[in-house]
C-alpha cells in the first residue's frame, strides 16, 4: 500500500522560499498523479500544483503560477513543490497526495480519484 509523508514545512517571512518534500513509499507506480493540497483556517481544502508521474504533464493553481514550481524524483521517490516569494496567503496545512486514473488538471481542480493522503506539513508565512 502506498504511504505518503510530507517534510520540510516551517514559518517563513513574506518573500521567501521553502520547499516541500514528499516521500512515496509500498506500492509506488508511474500510473500515479501526485499532487499538493493546501487547507488554510477557516477555508476548503484546495489543489495547489500536480503532476503526472509518467509523463511529466502538470497542473498550477492561478494563484501559485511563476512562483511555486512542482518536480519529481522517480530514482528517490519523492515529490517536491520549491515555493519562492511566499505570501501571508499561503499560509495552511500542506498536504501531499496520490491518485489513480486521474489527470493532473483533474485531481489539482476537483480533487478527482484521490487514493491517498499524507498527513499535512504546517507553513506559515508571517513578518
Known amino acids: 500500500q502506498l504511504q505518503l509523508v510530507e517534510s520540510g514545512g516551517g514559518l517563513v517571512q513574506p518573500g521567501e522560499s521553502l520547499r516541500l518534500s514528499c516521500q512515496a513509499s509500498?506500492?509506488?507506480?508511474?500510473?500515479?498523479?501526485y499532487g499538493w493540497f493546501r487547507q488554510a483556517p477557516g477555508k476548503e481544502r484546495e489543489g495547489v500544483s500536480c503532476?503526472?508521474?509518467?509523463?511529466?504533464?502538470?497542473n498550477y493553481a492561478d494563484s501559485v503560477k511563476g512562483r511555486f514550481t512542482i518536480s519529481i524524483d522517480k530514482a528517490a521517490n519523492t515529490v517536491s513543490l520549491q515555493m519562492d516569494n511566499l505570501k501571508p496567503e499561503d499560509t495552511g496545512v500542506y498536504y501531499c497526495?496520490?491518485?489513480?486514473?486521474?489527470?493532473?488538471?483533474?485531481?489539482?481542480?476537483?480533487?478527482?480519484?484521490?487514493?491517498?493522503w499524507g498527513q499535512g506539513t504546517q507553513v506559515i508565512v508571517s513578518a
Open positions: 503532476i503526472y508521474s509518467r509523463s511529466y504533464s502538470k
Open positions: 509500498g506500492s509506488t507506480s508511474d500510473f500515479y498523479v
Open positions: 497526495a496520490a491518485g489513480l486514473g486521474t489527470t493532473a488538471q483533474a485531481m489539482c481542480t476537483r480533487q478527482w480519484r484521490i487514493n491517498k
